[in-house]
């Protein structure tokens, strides 16, 4: 499954509009419905308007009706592992709160984090639920 996810996140990153960085990225998230969704990033001149392959493949989930995450697959033309960015992270949060973030290495090798290594403090709607207590 994991190596899956990965070539279909290459295979998104083919499609990154990426004139400014020249920093091709591709990922894929598989859904707990067992739906697969692939995004790259696309970039704009106004830097602002740019949007990541990670939020790209969540958004496009979530506008078919998916609503959780198992697993997202991240890969770029850097050939690293190439983590998620802070807001990419806030996104993924709200979609998902266990699950298995996957990544290539230069080596080819697959590499896993849990959720919880990824984010060992993060800002949910808990803690909305929280400030609304007090």
């Known amino acids: 499954m994991e190596r899956e996810l990965i070539d279909k ?3 998104a990153m083919k499609n990154a509009h990426a004139p400014y960085s020249g920093f ?10 067992g739906k697969t969704y692939t995004g ?5 001149a106004s830097y602002g308007a740019t949007n990541c392959a990670e939020r790209t493949a969540i958004f496009k ?8 995450i198992e697993a997202i697959a991240i890969v770029s033309s850097g050939n690293m592992v190439t983590y998620p960015c802070g807001i990419c992270r806030q996104v993924i949060s709200e979609f998902m709160k266990e699950g298995k973030f996957i990544f290539e290495n230069e080596k080819g090798e697959i590499i896993t984090h849990t959720y919880k290594e990824i984010f060992p403090y993060s800002f949910t709607k808990e803690d909305l639920d929280k400030a609304e207590e007090n």
């Open 61 to 68: 989930a979530v506008s078919e009706g998916e609503g959780e």
């Open 24 to 33: 091709q990225v591709g990922s894929c998230v598989l859904m707990k419905s």
């Open 40 to 44: 790259c990033n696309i970039e704009n």
């Open 9 to 11: 996140a290459k295979e």
